[in-house]
């Protein structure tokens, strides 16, 4: 049996057996701290579907990482005089700092879409607004939406979602933004299915169409959708379940 409730804000992920996101806990001074894995240990919490999945290596993420640091090393200039380990630790810190601006930006795309559904328009970002509303309805037609979602499983598991249909067998959708202007040339690595056939079989939705909707940052308004077979979700679904099944392993966690 899967417990479903509406979601925040995520800023730790774990998640209590009724599906109560728990990111932070009470300081002794009073003060909210992150979770830690002691605190999950002590009050029966269980792990999010992307803390499990960040046991595997992400080259992705780590080649645009190395492509901000480049970029940086390419258009900072080095002071005069300035010690080489100074100059690196400039380097580094304006990455981050790039890195930080993109997730910021990210987020606030990811805001502005799931209130969409709930019939809030962002004038900053209707574009991006109407671009997704259009190729979700061109790709799935009309459907009862719902947003904001978290959930925990018997699985093991918790999550939350952008977008998901319950009706019937189900549709779940995951909103990524992207600098692109062409779709073809989008990377499509496996965390993608992974991470929503894991939403899907959390909620009880064994037969669910999941697709990512990626949202280009590069040109508002452009909008790709990518429906993963179920040839494709079955092969994520054995993925999923064996790092599952190490992580468990790993923390010495028990569910």
């Not at 978290?150 to 909103?175: I, N, T």
Request: hydrophobic share 40%.
């Amino acid at each position: 049996m899967t417990t479903i409730i509406a979601r925040a804000s995520e800023s730790q992920h774990w998640y209590d057996k009724s599906g109560k996101p728990m990111y932070t806990v009470k300081a002794k001074d009073g003060t909210d701290r992150p979770t830690t894995l002691r605190d999950a240990r002590k009050m029966g919490l269980v792990p999010s579907v992307t803390t499990i999945m960040s046991v595997a290596a992400k080259p992705g993420l780590e080649a645009w990482k190395m492509n901000q640091m480049m970029m940086a090393a390419l258009t900072l200039p080095r002071a005069p005089d300035e010690p080489e380990d100074r100059f690196i630790e400039r380097i580094q810190r304006d990455s981050k700092e790039q890195a930080k601006m993109a997730a910021e930006r990210g987020t606030a795309i990811h805001e502005a879409l799931e209130k969409f559904y709930e019939g809030v328009m962002y004038h900053q970002y209707s574009e991006h607004q109407m671009g997704v509303d259009e190729a979700v309805r061109n790709h799935f037609g009309v459907q009862n939406w719902k947003t904001e979602t978290a959930f925990a499983s018997e699985l093991g598991y918790g999550g939350k979602l952008d977008l998901h249909c319950p009706d019937g067998e189900g549709v779940v959708l995951d909103f990524k933004t992207k600098e692109f202007t062409d779709p073809a040339k989008i990377f499509m690595y496996d965390e993608l299915p992974m991470q929503l056939v894991a939403y899907r079989m959390g909620l009880d939705k064994p037969r669910a169409r999941c697709a990512n909707v990626f949202v280009s940052v590069t040109k508002p308004g452009l909008v790709h959708i990518k429906e993963w077979t179920q040839e494709e979700l079955e092969r994520a679904w054995y993925m999923f379940n064996a790092l599952k099944n190490f992580w468990y392993a790993k923390t010495e966690l028990a569910f």
